[in-house]
């Protein structure tokens, strides 16, 4: 029996606490929030949002949804709305939009108009706790609606929950539905700001205030609106939600306020890229761009559906060009949104653009060479090395600069001219050579010097010379700041001895068998040169001849190989040779003396007569000798 109390106490007990719970959430808001209004019937069908760019509207409907909103018994709380209008609706000047709000208890099973509300605002003040459900809907006419002919546009159910006690906000985030307004319009354009507490069902006052109200105006429903003046920069648009108890949570959103495109500014050579700022919800029939030139003449650049465009790579006689864009929102209506106009500033390229070009001329004797390689500088020629030096940069950086050459240490009698003048330099000694150096040329107005080095070479040895003229660049004339060093082409002086040189390379003929007696067996000269290899390097060719002579037979130390050996030439003619010098080549005044051997089609060759011979290694000496004339 005890035990039967206890658990009937117990009971009650539980029972009175759930009950408290439930008084507390109803008391404070938990748990009493909407039904989300989405999933409410409304009188009619939610229509679709109006489709639009930067405030021109191809279709109408609402451009203001009514929010769901919290509030507590005995205090008002406005719902609102904001209609657009199609471009071809607002032909008919003499229309207005016809409300009328709908409300429903009983979550969307029965609507019952509002009496009296015919406006895009409804202000409502409950008297109980619970949620009831508006929704708008209007048509656009003028006179009288034409049945079945006049649309009704519907808006979304909004749901109006009424607390027993206010909710204070502890938090506020805002967002506008368009970052960017034009401020060169006839008609001013516009945007609303929206704001979502937290908790979401907080009953605070919610007021705007605009940061700059020259730029952009905003209403108490959260309607901004740029100014038609010019007036460029981005307003802060700051919503504060009020609290019961006096405190407020405030949040911002950034709107640029502009003339629809905005100034660009690169470097001499890049391109820019001018966009069309706003929000455009579908692609515009048509954009023409436009470039107005420095002198005001106006171009046609583009004509295309694209909200950009690229001009091609820039120079600097497009700084300060102005674009602008003429937008056809649709094919079914001229009109036609234009934007603000928005400076290109081109940037001077000041990266100097340096080419140094070079040539060589051999002033004691000329003949053979090209303007960039001399091809036989002997002892005591006098070279000279010239060319230019160009900015091709108008713009460039580039204020001073030295010349440089690299010359042979020995070469004497140097001289220096720059602009066909004398001029100073110094040497700077580099291992075996020296450094000329002509300092100080200004290329601030002048952009090309020419210049020449002069000098007398001593080389008596060959050797291939590569040299060149350079110019270190300097940004100032105190010569601290070092742009760069630009190199030209290279110039190639081939310094010999002025001397021919001849060298006979050891022939061999192989093994000699019974198999190939009395065989004519070629001769393979050893290494890899030819029978003669032959060097020329003489500034007077003078008529020549080859002449060649066998020493003795050949022979193994002991006996001799009765064998005779002979030369043919490229052109077949053979020559048995002997004792005696015999002409094997001839060359003509002013030809070099070419080498002898496989490679020009000569050939020596031996036989060896039929008959006992001793085995063995068979030498003899061959003599060649070349003849100059005189």
């Known amino acids: 029996m005890l035990g039967s109390k206890g658990v009937r106490w117990l009971t009650i007990v539980l029972a009175t606490l759930l009950i408290a719970d439930f008084y507390q959430q109803v008391r404070t808001g938990k748990g009493l929030v909407a039904q989300a209004a989405t999933t409410i019937p409304g009188k009619g069908t939610q229509s679709d949002a109006p489709i639009g760019m930067l405030g021109f509207y191809l279709t109408t409907g609402f451009n203001l949804q009514p929010d769901d909103s919290y509030t507590s018994v005995n205090h008002p709380r406005i719902l609102t709305t904001s209609t657009v209008h199609s471009l071809l609706s607002v032909v008919n000047v003499f229309a207005s939009d016809h409300f009328q709000w709908a409300q429903s208890t009983n979550e969307g099973k029965q609507w019952t108009d509002v009496n009296g509300a015919r406006s895009a605002d409804l202000e409502v003040t409950p008297t109980k706790v619970g949620t009831v459900y508006y929704q708008q809907r209007f048509q ?350 290279d110039v190639i002086l081939n310094f010999t001895d002025g001397q021919l040189s001849a060298t006979a390379n050891d022939v061999d003929f192989g093994q000699l068998t019974m198999t190939n007696v009395v065989q004519e067996l070629p001769g393979k000269a050893l290494g890899d040169g030819e029978l003669l290899d032959v060097t020329d390097h003489r500034r007077v060719k003078a008529a020549s001849q080859v002449e060649l002579r066998q020493e003795a037979a050949l022979n193994n130390g002991a006996t001799n190989l009765a064998a005779t050996l002979t030369f043919t030439k490229h052109d077949g003619l053979s020559q048995t040779l002997s004792p005696t010098n015999q002409v094997v080549g001839t060359t003509p005044a002013g030809t070099l003396v070419a080498p002898i051997g496989e490679a020009q089609g000569d050939q020596l060759n031996v036989k060896v007569s039929d008959g006992a011979f001793q085995p063995g290694r068979y030498t003899t000496k061959l003599d060649w000798t070349v003849v100059l004339g005189p």
């Open 140 to 489: 656009y006419f003028f006179g009288s609606p034409i049945p079945f002919v006049t649309p009704t546009y519907y808006s979304r159910v909004a749901a109006l929950t009424t607390l027993p006690d206010p909710v204070p906000a502890t938090g506020l985030s805002v967002a506008a539905d368009s970052d960017y307004l034009y401020n060169n319009q006839e008609k001013a354009q516009q945007t609303y700001v929206h704001a979502t507490p937290t908790p979401v069902n907080a009953t605070g006052n919610l007021d705007w205030t605009s940061s700059d109200p020259s730029l952009a105006t905003v209403t108490s429903k959260g309607l901004v609106t740029a100014n038609k003046m010019g007036k460029v920069g981005t307003v802060q648009i700051t919503g504060a939600m009020t609290n019961d108890n006096g405190r407020q949570v405030t949040a911002a959103v950034s709107i640029s306020i502009g003339r629809g495109l905005d100034d660009q500014k690169v470097a001499a050579g890049q391109t820019a890229t001018f966009r069309v700022r706003g929000k455009f919800e579908q692609a515009p029939a048509l954009v023409t761009w436009h470039r107005v030139a420095a002198d005001g003449r106006n171009t046609v650049v583009s004509r295309t559906t694209q909200l950009s465009y690229t001009t091609p790579a820039t120079t600097m006689a497009d700084d300060q060009a102005n674009y602008y864009a003429e937008i056809k929102v649709s094919d079914d209506v001229d009109q036609v949104l234009t934007t603000g106009r928005a400076k290109l500033t081109v940037i001077p390229d000041r990266t100097p653009a340096v080419t140094v070009t070079s040539t060589v001329r051999n002033l004691t004797d000329d003949k053979g060479n090209t303007p960039t390689m001399l091809t036989n500088v002997i002892n005591g020629d006098t070279c000279v090395i010239s060319g230019a030096v160009t900015d091709k940069n108008a713009q460039s950086r580039l204020v001073d600069g030295d010349f440089m050459i690299k010359l042979p240490g020995d070469a004497t009698d140097t001289t220096a001219k720059v602009d066909g003048q004398p001029a100073h330099y110094y040497t700077v000694v580099q291992g075996m050579d020296v450094v000329v150096v002509v300092s100080g040329q200004s290329f601030t107005d002048v952009k090309t010097h020419s210049f020449s080095i002069k000098f007398t070479t001593h080389k008596t040895n060959n050797l291939v010379y590569k040299t060149g003229v350079q110019l270190i660049g300097y940004a100032d004339t105190s010569r601290s700041h070092v742009l760069d060093t630009y190199q030209g082409n």
